[in-house]
T-cell receptor, first 109, second 111 residues
């Protein structure tokens, strides 16, 4: 079992819809969770961090964490074509950051 | 406000050649990482350094060596490059339990 798992996609949503991205992790002692966005040919950039159970909202983005079920999700409301990218889930366990393989999101105008 | 700086940005090597990728961060972070990214494989951890003077293997360490020269610098060396090492390499740094910041990446081709 991979430490951090994501559906590779592509996930296609129409412009204006809600995009839902999911991630599961295996290390129960993980404490910090992040979502990165990566445009083709570019470096990953941080868009959300979440450390405790529940929801965290920032603009059109909402991160959700459920430590008991070991999953973290990202909701993107009012999706825009500029949101088309690969979204990487990252988890910090003991000493290191582990990334999922990423979910490719396509927002159709 | 440089953040994480990687050099070079692009490199072409012949099979068997050696090279060192350089990485430096100016955020006073303790942890530094080297990842490789291949299509469909996501970011795979090659080596990491949790603090100055320590290094540990990640998921795909074979064929690589690293040096944590000081708190700022973490280099990745390919002693004898192979076509399977053609990839995009990212250096990153973080403080304990917080987000990682990435360099701009090195696109390496081994022919």
């Amino acid at each position: 079992q991979k430490e951090v798992e994501q559906n590779s996609g592509p996930l296609s949503v129409p412009e204006g819809a809600i995009a839902s991205l999911n991630c599961t992790y295996s290390d129960r002692v993980s404490q910090s969770f992040f979502w990165y966005r990566q445009y083709s040919g570019k470096s990953p950039e941080l868009i959300m961090s979440i450390y405790s159970n529940g929801d965290k909202e920032d603009g059109r983005f909402t991160a959700q964490l459920n430590k008991a079920s070991q999953y973290v999700s990202l909701l993107i409301r009012d999706s825009q074509p500029s949101d088309s990218a690969t979204y990487l889930c990252a988890v910090i366990g003991y000493q290191k950051v582990t990334f999922g393989t990423g979910t490719k999101l396509q927002v159709i105008p | 406000n440089a953040g994480v700086t990687q050099t070079p940005k692009f490199q072409v090597l012949k099979t068997g050649q050696s090279m060192t990728l350089q990485c430096a961060q100016d955020m006073n972070h303790n942890s530094m990482y080297w990842y490789r990214q291949d299509p469909g494989m996501g970011l795979r951890l090659i080596y990491y350094s949790a603090s100055e003077g320590t290094t540990d293997k990640g998921e795909v360490p074979n064929g690589y060596n690293v040096s944590r020269l000081n708190k700022r610098e973490f280099s990745l060396r390919l002693e004898s490059a192979a076509p399977s090492q053609t990839s995009v390499y990212f250096c990153a740094s973080s403080e304990s339990k917080t987000e990682a910041f990435f360099g701009q990446g090195t696109r390496l081709t081994v022919v």
